[in-house]
Structure formats: C-alpha cells, structure tokens
C-alpha cells in the first residue's frame, strides 16, 4: 500500500506561481512513478506530468511546469509558473507500479487531491 499527501493548492492571479508538493509513505513507494492529474468539472482526468527518474509532461505545460522528486524524502514537487485561467482544476497526486503512462486508469493510488485556482 502506498498512500498519498497533497498540498500546495491556492488561489492565484494569471502569470503567478504555486507548488505542489505529494508525499508517498508506505512500503516500496520509491519504486512507483508518479505523477499529477488534474480534473475539471464535467471533464475526464488529465495527465500533467509524471517522473521516475525522468520527467514526462503533457503538452499545455511544457516551459511552465517542473516536476521533480526527492527520492530521500519520498515526496514529488509540480512547480506551476506561469499560470493560466485554463490551469484551474483540482489536481491529484497518484502512482503506478512500472514505467510512465498517461492513462489514469493504469494508477493504483491516489491522494485527495487539491484545489488550483487561477483569475484572470
């Protein structure tokens, strides 16, 4: 079982800047990739970025988004510069056992999940 932490979300104005941070605890979390999903009302989930050892983006947020990962500490960064009206959603931290795929399906765990709001 591995479990999963969000926090970072907030409130912004266009143009500004937020991360997110995901803790993994439980056993063997180190071995899964992991990687950020967001979702808007009425909309399936979508990929953002994902990282092993290599990091993986969708193409919205390339440029702006940086997704790393202290293996050490077990936690995951999605640092957002940059942001956009179109960035607002609740996004999610999840892990897969393997190697990258953006189909959320595919991902075993997932944190609650935390709120992104940018105004215009």
């Known amino acids: 079982q591995v479990q999963l932490a969000e926090s970072g979300g907030g409130l912004v104005q266009a143009g500004a800047s937020l991360r997110l941070s995901c803790e993994a605890s439980?056993?063997?979390?180190?071995?899964?990739?992991m990687a950020w999903f967001r979702q808007v009302p009425g909309k399936e989930l979508e990929f953002v970025a994902g990282t092993l050892w290599s990091p993986r983006y969708t193409d919205s947020v390339k440029g702006r988004f940086t997704i790393s990962r202290d293996h050490a500490k077990h936690t995951v960064y999605l640092q957002m510069t940059s942001l956009k009206p179109e960035d607002t959603a609740v996004y999610y931290c999840a892990a897969k056992g393997g190697t990258y795929s953006a189909a959320s399906v595919l991902y075993e765990y997932w944190g609650q999940g935390t709120q992104v709001t940018v105004r215009p």
């Open positions: 439980g056993r063997s979390a180190r071995d899964y990739f």
